[in-house]
């Protein structure tokens, strides 16, 4: 093992909500899953039946119920598409898509020392012209099935690798992500794991499945 591998961080939580919620109710489930681990961050990412980006109005509402239950966990709560309602409601990021606003757009709504995060795919040139704009994060995927959307691209765990081997930029995996296959990525060299469906709708419920990431991350060393 290399020294720059010793001195890794280890891979942590990045919770992304289910695309259909109650705020108020899912606040309480919200509450168990944060006291059962470490939690790095909140993805708000609402979405219509027809898997369209929920009205700002409906954004606005579950910021106000559950921006202050993260940040109260010191977790950093970050939106998902609309960059312009973070800056809005003060949250702590954006994450954007290919298809968003740029990142050079995002970036100008939410200033310069808010988070924001770039999907990249399974591309290494996107990944590459983010970082070097100055994304925060770039992420990744889908590396397994999901039923959360329909993925665009699939990703395989040697970018992961190629990516935390050769840039500091932190790299989140995205889609699919279990209990069950979560180590594979965790040893490939995330930095973060997104994950909805693997804690939301983990059949011992989601405060379980946290405490479940928590050990596989805390026991696979990153880049192994």
């Not at 059949?203 to 596989?216: D, Q, S, T, Y």
Request: hydrophobic share 45%; proline share 6%; glycine share 8%.
């Amino acid at each position: 093992m290399s020294i720059i591998e010793e001195e890794r961080e280890p891979c942590r939580l990045y919770l992304i909500t289910p695309p259909r919620i109650e705020p108020v109710a899912f606040s309480d489930t919200l509450k168990r899953a944060l006291d059962a681990g470490d939690v790095a961050s909140l993805q708000l990412r609402l979405k219509t039946e027809g898997e369209e980006t929920a009205p700002a109005d409906a954004i606005r509402r579950a910021t106000e119920v559950l921006m202050p239950v993260a940040q109260s966990y010191d977790v950093a709560f970050i939106i998902n598409d609309r960059a312009d309602i973070a800056a809005e409601m003060e949250a702590d990021g954006v994450h954007v898509g290919q298809e968003d606003i740029p990142y050079k757009e995002a970036r100008k709504l939410v200033g310069p020392n808010r988070i924001v995060g770039v999907t990249c795919h399974n591309s290494r040139h996107l990944a590459m012209v983010a970082g070097e704009e100055g994304a925060d994060y770039v992420a990744f995927g889908a590396f397994f099935e999901t039923g959360t959307k329909v993925p665009k691209t699939r990703a395989t765990p040697d970018l992961l690798t190629w990516w935390s081997e050769t840039f500091v930029v932190p790299c989140v995996a995205i889609g699919g992500i279990t209990v069950g296959n979560a180590a594979t990525l965790v040893a490939a060299g995330a930095d973060f794991l997104a994950v909805s469906a693997g804690v939301w709708a983990h059949p011992e419920g989601p405060a379980e499945a946290v405490r479940a990431f928590n050990r596989i991350m805390a026991e696979t060393p990153r880049g192994q």
